[in-house]
């Protein structure tokens, strides 16, 4: 059984900056792909941003350029650095990781951001 831990989330003012992280914990030799997805209220998941084996990140139109994807992959964490957050990134995050082509997900993290 592959596990995700989620940490990270809080409330930030907006303009400033958190940092999600996810570890995966549980019997698996590599990891596929990883991505953040989030969910705002009354709104649908959507992705965020996206890992790829090759090293290549892709992100969402209304992050790109304020968020990257950094990993570890010593500790089979992912992160989510958010900078210059904006009131619409408040949602809760999710962590998600392709490993042997099986989708595993985090249990969730709240972003709220303040005026």
């Known amino acids: 059984q592959v596990q995700l831990v989620e940490s990270g989330g809080g409330l930030v003012q907006a303009g400033g900056s958190l940092r999600l992280s996810c570890a995966a914990s549980?019997?698996?030799?590599?990891?596929?792909?990883m991505g953040w997805y989030r969910q705002a209220p009354g709104k649908q998941r959507e992705l965020v941003a996206r890992?790829?084996?090759?090293?290549?990140?892709n992100y969402a139109d209304s992050v790109r350029g304020r968020y990257t994807i950094p990993r570890d992959n010593a500790k089979n964490t992912v992160y989510l650095q958010m900078n210059s957050l904006k009131h619409q990134d408040k949602a809760v995050y999710y962590c998600n990781i392709l490993i042997a082509s099986h989708n595993y997900w985090g249990q969730g993290t709240q972003v709220t951001v303040s005026s």
């Open positions: 549980g019997f698996f030799f590599s990891i596929n792909a």
């Open positions: 890992m790829n084996t090759g090293g290549s990140a």
